[in-house]
């Protein structure tokens, strides 16, 4: 596959700055037709709001050829929006540890030009070791509308802990079958 705009296809990844936050907000919503990440659009806040910019506890992007073409972060229990769906219970009781124990991985998306080359898996596995370098343990959310990134999860050794069907995704999607699996991933996987 040849890389686009004169890319060698070299991805890096990096700790994401603020002045990454204006260049993540149209990569989201410019493949956000191709993928339904995420699931609303318009987003009922801003997207700002959707990348974390101001709550992450830590943030990564990778970059190609000086473009970020994807995104991971992470937040602390704080920082997650849902309201209490039983996830953090859930969560908190796969892996042994108190719910303000648990650190929420979020916003992974990586521009589908660059798809299938394991920028995803990379971004993840930053994520998830940082997460575990802080004493945390690792939990995240995945719409069953986006069967590439499930499968990437259960691929890296995430399991699911709870089914749920929140308002939002009700209220966004015409599928009454679509859910959200809540996931962690075991201290055993990498």
Request: with cysteine; hydrophobic share 45%.
């Amino acid at each position: 596959m040849t890389a686009p705009h004169g890319s060698t296809g070299r991805v890096a990844l990096r700790p994401r700055r603020p002045r990454d936050v204006p260049e993540l907000a149209r990569m989201v919503l410019t493949q956000q037709p191709l993928t339904r990440y995420p699931v609303r659009s318009p987003l009922p806040f801003p997207i700002e709001e959707f990348l974390h910019a101001d709550d992450a506890a830590a943030a990564w992007v990778a970059e190609a050829d000086g473009r970020v073409v994807g995104h991971v972060c992470w937040t602390t229990p704080a920082g997650r929006r849902a309201a209490d769906d039983g996830a953090p219970a859930a969560c908190a009781a796969a892996h042994g540890c108190e719910p303000v124990d648990l650190a929420w991985v979020s916003t992974l998306v990586v521009d589908p030009v660059f798809g299938g080359r394991g920028v995803g898996r990379r971004l993840l596995t930053t994520a998830t070791a940082d997460v575990r370098a802080v004493g945390r343990h690792p939990c995240l959310e995945v719409v069953d509308l986006n069967p590439v990134a499930r499968r990437l999860y259960d691929s890296a050794g995430w399991v699911e802990v709870l089914r749920t069907r929140p308002d939002w995704l009700a209220a966004a999607v015409d599928d009454p079958e679509a859910g959200e699996s809540i996931m962690v991933l075991p201290a055993a996987s990498t």
